[in-house]
Every structure is written in structure tokens, then in C-alpha cells.
């Protein structure tokens, strides 16, 4: 039995992407905006996930863009508010993630209770951003000091939008990855917020990642989920549960329903 049936009940788990608004300090942060404003559609999104049916849910502050390298202050404190808001609220295991910074992830994770995580730990990527250089030695060592101890990861080994520098590709990463980190399971994407990864790329990083699951990381559907889960042990899913499948809607409590319905006919659980 993996981890996966451990934490979330299932070994095919669907892991519902809490969006948080933009957040005070970001650029497309309202001008009349409040703390409370966020907390409040946090509060609805999360209700409408667990109403859905779906079996984890990650925290995460999607619409900071664009994202920084290293996460203000003022992004992780805020976080830790809106978090620390709902967190009584919470019905599933809850995740928390400070995107591409791996160590800021790790504080956020600490001071929320956080049981999982995802994020671009490694590797050096260029894209928008220009270089993104992750220091996953340094990012392990501070989940040490901050006794992380049970706190699972989930090391995406694509990145949206970017480029691994090196030229390798997410077969390569999985391999090394496994002897240098000792991953808990690995994210595999597409190109950006709901475009999927090809069935043949998901199917090659499960060829060599022996114990370690292999989780979708975006574009997972309702009519594409049997394909999805046929090869990948669960998957993070965020668009397609937005009102009307758009990306900066609110989440659509009937879409979730819809979605969990048929994903509990593939694990034969209705």
C-alpha cells in the first residue's frame, strides 16, 4: 500500500487546486481589495471541492503572477492567514504550496499544518522569468530543521512554461531524482493550467519510476480522467473544475460532483 491510500484513502486520488486570489503585495492585487475578500472565496472554493467529493485539496497562490523566484514575505504571511482562516473547515487533507519556492513552501507547510505539497523543487528552468535555479539540498535540509518529518512531496519534473536548461528531459529527472531526493511521487504537466501531458510522456516516466507513483499535474478532464488514471496514480485538478471550465472562475461545486462521479466508476467504487 502506497502513501496515497495512507493519506487520501484511495490509491487514485483527485487532489482539487484551491486557488487563492491575488494576495496583498501582488501586482493584480485589487485596489479596493481586502484579506477578507480572499478568505471569502477561499471559503466557497473549498466548500464547493469537498461538497464535489474530491480527496485532498492544495493551497496555492495561483494567481501571483507573475510568480516570483523567491516568495515576499508578504505572499507567505498572507497565505498563512487565509489558510489559517478555513483551516477549520477543512474535511480532507489539505496541502499548501508557494509556487517555484521550494524553501518559502516549506514555511508555509510548517506554520499551516500542511500534509503535503507540490512544487518545482528542482533543476534550473528558463522561461518568463528568466532562470529559475532551484537548491532542492538546501530546500531538504531546511524540511529537516523544521521537522517535516511526515510532510509528503510531490516533485514536479515539468515545468509550465519553462525549460529545463540541462536538456533533460522528465524521464532523465525521474531517474536521478530517485537516488538524490528519495521522492514521495512525481507531478508530471503540460505546457501551462489545463493543458495536459501526452499519454506517451506519462507512460514513459511510469516505465522508470519503479515505487514512486506518477501523478497528473494538469489538464485532467471528465472525458479524458479513464485515459489519465489508466497510467497515472491520481491527479491535481484545477481548471476543470472552474465554472465553466476558465481558469479565473470559482469553482463549480456541480463540475466537481460531475468529475468525482465518473472518477469513482473508473475506481470501481459506484
Known sequence: MSFLRELFGTEKPILGLLHLRPLPGDPFYPNDGTIDDVIAAAEADLAALQAGGVDGVLVTNEFSVPYQKHVSPVTIGAMGCVIGAI??????PF???AIYDG???MD???ATGAAFTRCVFTGAWSGDSGIIDRDIAQTLRHKHDLRLDDLRLFYFIT?????NIGGRDAVEMAGSLQFNVRPD????????????????LFHDVVAVSGDVPVVCGTGCREANAAEVLSVCSGAFVGSTFKRDGVFENPIDQERVASFMRTVRSIRGEE
Do not use: H, I, N, W
Open 87 to 92: 483551516r477549520s473547515q477543512f474535511e480532507v
Open 95 to 97: 496541502g499548501a504550496e
Open 103 to 105: 524553501d518559502a513552501t
Open 108 to 110: 508555509l507547510c510548517a
Open 159 to 163: 515545468s509550465e512554461g519553462e525549460r
Open 185 to 200: 511521487a512525481f507531478v508530471v504537466g503540460g505546457s501551462g493550467p489545463g493543458r495536459p501531458a501526452t499519454t506517451q
